[in-house]
């Protein structure tokens, strides 16, 4: 199952997934970009594809996951819908606030007590919960997407430690930039080291099994280590602020 399916990094998962051999249940809002995606990956691979019509900042979402998975084994579950208000914070609206909170915060955690008991009972299974280098320190101007994707980093950490016991692998990924339609609408800029959703995907699945956070790509890795480990929180703060410290 992947949350968020219709384009960038979630189609680029269903795709890994399918052609791993994997049927599919795929979320997003957008019901004719999800046919397309359906429609290519079960001529391409062979494989079932079942599609969800919901919008995750709306807690019914699980109702309809649950109606559309009735019947499955579901064995990974892939949260990657986002949404991120930018700009200074004093300046991001309420609904704004409100939809990255009910889609980044609150529908991860619905998602995975929808799915995962299931997973439990059968003794095996994945979640990969999408995280980001900006939540490794403050970003400002992306304040509040930065601050969800902590969250999801560490709700990945515990569930991992958690669920390991039953089975479940679970794993925050912590992307850097990729060139998918959300990111080139709000940044348009190509940065160093980036990789494409596809590879960033399939290193992604290729992790679990492999620890509680994972980094794609080298020159992030040696991004994270920076930020996270070798600079203070002050300087990574700053650093950060420097490069998005103008994003409107
Ligand atoms: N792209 C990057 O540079 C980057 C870097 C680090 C981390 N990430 C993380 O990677 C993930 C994917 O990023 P992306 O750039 O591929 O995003 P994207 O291009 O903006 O695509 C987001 C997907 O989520 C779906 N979605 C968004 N809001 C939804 C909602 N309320 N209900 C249902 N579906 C919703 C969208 O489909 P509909 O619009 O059809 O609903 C779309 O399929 C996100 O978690 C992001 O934080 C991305």
């Avoid at 990111?183 to 620890?211: H, I």
């Amino acid at each position: 199952m992947v949350a968020g399916a219709s384009e960038g990094l979630g189609a680029a998962f269903a795709a890994e997934l399918a052609a791993r051999g994997m049927n599919l249940v795929l979320l997003a809002r957008r019901g004719h970009l999800l046919a397309e995606v359906a429609e290519e990956l079960t001529g391409r691979h062979g494989i079932e594809v079942r599609c969800v019509v919901a919008d995750l900042a709306d807690p019914a979402f699980v109702e309809q996951l649950a109606s559309a998975a009735s019947g499955l084994d579901v064995g990974v579950v892939i949260y990657n819908a986002a949404f991120a208000p930018l700009g200074p914070f004093l300046d991001n609206s309420e609904p704004g606030i409100t939809e990255a909170v009910d889609v980044n915060v609150r529908g991860p955690m619905l998602a995975v007590q929808a799915l995962v008991p299931a997973m439990c009972d059968r003794g095996r299974g994945a979640v990969v919960l999408m995280s980001s280098l900006s939540g490794l320190q403050g970003t400002p101007h992306i304040a509040v997407y930065a601050a969800s994707k902590a969250f999801n980093t560490h709700l990945a950490e515990s569930l991992w430690y958690e669920l390991r016991s039953h089975g479940i692998d679970v794993v925050a990924c912590c992307a850097g930039a990729m060139p998918t339609p959300g990111y080139l609408k709000n940044f348009g800029k190509k940065v160093p080291g980036m990789l494409s959703p596809q590879e960033a995907a399939r290193r992604t699945l290729d992790a679990l099994g492999r620890g509680p956070r994972f980094v794609p790509g080298t020159v992030n890795r040696m991004t994270a280590v920076l930020m996270g480990r070798l600079l203070s929180r002050r300087s990574a703060v700053r650093v950060i602020g420097r490069s998005t410290g103008d994003v409107t």
